[in-house]
């Protein structure tokens, strides 16, 4: 008879790797014994047996069995043939119904000849101990993060031992770098990635940078001396779905001797970080806006009617032309937006730096202007401690309602996807509660520190109009955008106050 045989096994590690090749040993020399022919050994090295997605020699296999290549398969176990039950029995009945017989060893079962109850039994055990080694590593890895373990490999230090890290000088300088550009330079993450791999500063491996691998490194406090743990695990072992562990669940060390920037460096790009989420992802002022800080007007000049931003273009014939115009009309010309208004760069700096000039030219004037807006801020109808009353009533009711569905699923009154769906909706719901609170937070301190402000901002204008070279990150300390319409106006839109603090 001409018989395949499947093994697998889940890791790559060498202790494995040596089962691996005792098993592939064991069947040449049970194909020998038997007097069966083997077609071909079907291995599978490093590779779960909870799902069949990575699988590939297995699938190979079913392939070939549709091609009637051999008459059957042999597995050593059930468990190195499939740990989750359903995968196990679809495979067992799809190889059944092509008159393939799966014969497994130890068991001593076929599936021609014991029936399927036996099989299911006997899936549903190795499915069970795969559940149960999923729970006991999941625990592991709980208490070593809870005692605080580090990870095999992270930019910036060397790995002494499973809870010790020293720092790497020339990788930490990198660091450094890294939060300089962005916090001081204003840059993005693909521009400091672009500059990086242009100064020849690799990553761990070797690599280059990308934007990805930047952003871990200004979210990671680990660089300010706090390393996280428990920050998300397996919800699923059969199909190894990762889910985020809730921040007060997860567990935080203090090692201040591992930090490569101080904490308030850290905390300043976290703060960077959520300014621009809020500003260019929220959806105002423009959804589609990208952060750039290439140019001294990189994404700062708007088009009315198509939202996007406008493009730096150079033109040279006798002397240097700098020039910004949409930049959808410059890609398809009015056939997608008919906006051909150009601003002369230098034209347009100096036409701002007028403006500048004029808001500040009566300090007094100027902070009356600013403390009337901020007045503004504050509804007539009610003050900002009722508000606050009421909103905070809103949010106890929508956890005691959170409460009452926990309980009717606890006691059986409604299914696991009713509950979910519910408290889907309180949390939406507790979202727009906790930001309605953040803003009245906000302005309220905004209120209190109004005449602060207003000299503040004051000050930051007279400190731009004093810079001889203005870059993209001095434009964005004072200006939210400039907004410009087919009609060639031209609207300047400052600085919220709130955030020039």
Known sequence: ?????????????????????????????????????????????GITGTSLKKREEFKRLLLDAELGLFDMVVVKDISRFARNTVDALQSIRKLKSMGINTLFLTANMDSMGDSEFVLTLFSAMAQEESNNLSKRVKWGKKINAEKGRVPQRLFGYNRVDNFNLEINFDEARIVRKIFDLYNEQGLGCRTISMTLNRDNDKTKYGNDWNARGVRRVLVNPIYCGILVNHKYEIEDFLTGKQVNIPKDEQFYHERPSWAIVTPEVFQKAQAIMDSRRIKYDSGEPFRDARYSSKHVFSTLIKCEHCGRSFTRKTYTYVNTRVYWRCVTNDQYTAEKCDNRTILDEPQLIDELRKYFSSLIEDTDTFIASVLASLDKQIPEAQSPDQAKKEIEARRKKLLGKKDRYQEMYANDLISMAELKDKLASITDELKSVDMDLAQIAQSAQIISNATEIAQYYRQEIARFLELETITNMDMRRILDHISVDKDGHVRVVLKKFEDMT
């Not at 045989?5 to 494995?16: F, G, H, I, L, N």
């Not at 069947?27 to 007097?35: D, H, I, L, T």
Request: hydrophobic letters at 35%; proline letters at 0%; aromatic letters at 14%.
């Open 1 to 45: 008879m001409k018989i395949a045989a499947y093994c697998r096994v889940s890791t790559d590690k060498d202790e494995q790797i040596d089962s691996l090749i005792h098993q592939k040993e064991f069947f040449v020399e049970y194909a020998k014994r038997n007097g069966h022919e083997l077609f071909r050994l079907y291995a599978d090295e």
